[in-house]
């Protein structure tokens, strides 16, 4: 045979055996790992891309615990701690201040696994910012993949940016249009599903109660969402995805954003290697009337397998004059702002991402320059610079 041909084989068998191991090791296992890993890179049966590939994986493997019985299965401790850091230079027609703050900006705790072979069970709490509160609690039917059913406390499916997980987003926060109007966590029966290209899900809720008051009316969340992947159209290493999220609310008392009534997200994802374009669109009703709509893009790039530039550009609107309001990580914050409120806003922001093993471990930075038009002190400036270090487990 062909020696090219056999070192070829050889390579690549270790790299199959290794990436198995990592799928079915424990953690005792997985300590000797690293030595195999070196031993192969000097023997040249592996690469160092394919070394460095292996490593990434074997520090986002997650131990789990393996019950004897074949009705319990896949469970696993899940977490994150998310600690940041801020500082803001805010001014309008009445001051100039600073604020700074260090912070666990999230601390999470929770479990998952399946029961029965084919429902998913979850439970995850928050810990921090705000003291000890429900994240999620559901079981999931996941028999076919064309209907999983959900019943349970969730969040909605609404808007791209706000159903990423804050583990995955590429910037230190979200939008102001997206944290203006994201619906809560919240009571209810959904479902989604896939076939061939397409995507969907339903879904109604309760209010944030989880429950309607004795002798008052029903209140409900209604959710629709719909998308389309076109990937396997454009070929070439590319990714597409569009997808829109609808919901209405007959909650007066607000569980969609207080007072919002109705909206829809329209949302793009593009990916060509290192290059990803995300894009989308927010518009809302409250009951008055009034809109409140917005939109952001923002490119990012890899420019080496651990470093990412991002950028975003966004911009939002009220019809109502104070309709809007200023971030409140961390412009809101600046000592001796009365006057937070306006109709316009526009913000740009620039940072970095370094991955020390993906989502798992990484460390962010950004500077944003925001502006909030007409509030009751004239236009609102900010600077903010941004720093996080994200731990997923």
Same mark, same amino acid.
């Given at each position: 045979?062909?020696?090219?041909?056999?070192?070829?084989?050889?390579?690549?068998?270790?790299?199959?055996?290794?990436?198995?191991?990592?799928?079915?090791? =424990?953690?005792?296992?997985?300590?000797?790992?690293?030595?195999?890993?070196?031993?192969?890179?000097?023997?040249?049966?592996?690469?160092?891309?394919?070394? @460095? &590939?292996?490593?990434?994986?074997?520090? @986002?493997?997650?131990?789990?615990?393996?019950?004897?019985?074949?009705?319990?299965?896949?469970?696993?401790?899940?977490?994150?701690?998310?600690?940041? #850091?801020?500082?803001?230079?805010?001014?309008? !027609?009445?001051?100039?201040?600073?604020?700074?703050?260090?912070?666990?900006?999230?601390?999470?705790? %929770?479990?998952?696994?399946?029961?029965?072979?084919?429902?998913?069970?979850?439970?995850?709490?928050?810990?921090?910012? =705000?003291?000890?509160?429900?994240?999620?609690?559901?079981?999931?039917?996941?028999?076919?993949?064309?209907?999983?059913?959900?019943? %349970?406390?969730?969040?909605?499916?609404?808007?791209?940016?706000?159903? +990423? *997980?804050?583990?995955?987003?590429?910037?230190?926060?979200?939008?102001?249009? =997206?944290?203006?109007?994201?619906?809560?966590?919240?009571?209810?029966?959904?479902?989604? $599903? *896939?076939? &061939?290209?397409? *995507?969907?899900?339903?879904?109604?809720?309760? !209010?944030?109660?989880?429950?309607?008051?004795?002798?008052?009316?029903?209140?409900?969340?209604?959710?629709?969402?719909?998308?389309?992947?076109?990937?396997?159209?454009?070929?070439?290493?590319?990714?597409? !995805?569009?997808?829109?999220?609808?919901?209405? *609310?007959?909650?007066?008392?607000?569980? #969609?954003?207080?007072?919002?009534?109705?909206?829809?997200?329209?949302?793009?994802?593009?990916?060509? $290697?290192? #290059? !990803?374009?995300?894009?989308? #669109?927010? +518009?809302?009703?409250?009951?008055?009337?009034?809109?409140?709509?917005?939109?952001?893009?923002?490119?990012?790039?890899?420019?080496?397998?651990?470093?990412?530039?991002?950028?975003?550009?966004?911009?939002?609107?009220?019809?109502?004059?104070?309709?809007?309001?200023?971030?409140?990580?961390?412009?809101?914050?600046?000592?001796?702002?009365?006057?937070?409120?306006?109709?316009?806003?526009?913000?740009?922001?620039?940072?970095?991402?370094?991955?020390?093993?993906?989502?798992?471990?990484?460390?962010?930075?950004?500077?944003?320059?925001?502006?909030?038009?007409?509030?009751? &002190? $004239?236009?609102?400036?900010?600077?903010?610079?941004?720093?996080?270090?994200?731990?997923?487990?």
């Amino acid at each position: 045979m062909n020696p090219f041909k056999i070192n070829t084989i050889i390579k690549y068998r270790w790299r199959l055996l290794l990436t198995a191991a990592l799928l079915f090791a =424990n953690a005792a296992q997985l300590q000797g790992m690293p030595g195999l890993i070196d031993a192969l890179v000097e023997n040249n049966a592996l690469t160092e891309e394919q070394a @460095r &590939d292996l490593r990434e994986q074997m520090a @986002r493997s997650r131990p789990t615990v393996e019950p004897a019985g074949t009705n319990f299965r896949d469970f696993r401790i899940r977490g994150r701690i998310q600690t940041q #850091f801020g500082y803001t230079n805010v001014s309008n !027609d009445e001051i100039s201040e600073d604020y700074s703050t260090l912070e666990l900006r999230r601390v999470r705790l %929770g479990a998952r696994g399946h029961l029965l072979q084919n429902v998913r069970a979850q439970l995850e709490a928050n810990l921090l910012p =705000n003291g000890f509160s429900m994240r999620s609690a559901f079981l999931q039917w996941r028999e076919h993949d064309a209907a999983h059913i959900k019943v %349970g406390f969730d969040k909605p499916t609404f808007g791209f940016e706000e159903i +990423t *997980s804050s583990a995955s987003i590429l910037t230190v926060e979200r939008t102001l249009i =997206n944290n203006t109007v994201a619906p809560g966590a919240q009571l209810g029966v959904a479902i989604d $599903g *896939s076939q &061939d290209r397409f *995507s969907y899900g339903a879904g109604v809720y309760t !209010d944030r109660a989880n429950m309607n008051p004795a002798g008052e009316p029903a209140r409900h969340l209604y959710n629709l969402s719909a998308g389309v992947n076109l990937g396997d159209l454009i070929g070439n290493g590319q990714d597409l !995805d569009f997808r829109a999220d609808f919901i209405a *609310s007959d909650d007066g008392g607000g569980n #969609f954003g207080g007072a919002f009534k109705n909206g829809i997200s329209v949302s793009g994802h593009y990916v060509r $290697g290192p #290059f !990803d374009l995300r894009t989308e #669109f927010i +518009t809302v009703e409250d009951r008055a009337e009034d809109n409140t709509y917005g939109w952001y893009i923002m490119p990012s790039l890899y420019f080496t397998d651990k470093i990412q530039g991002v950028l975003r550009y966004e911009e939002a609107y009220s019809d109502d004059d104070f309709g809007l309001r200023a971030a409140s990580r961390y412009a809101r914050q600046a000592p001796g702002l009365d006057n937070d409120r306006g109709d316009t806003y526009r913000a740009i922001y620039a940072g970095a991402n370094y991955y020390f093993a993906g989502d798992a471990n990484k460390v962010m930075g950004g500077v944003e320059l925001s502006q909030l038009d007409d509030t009751a &002190d $004239g236009d609102l400036k900010a600077t903010t610079v941004y720093g996080a270090w994200r731990v997923l487990f």
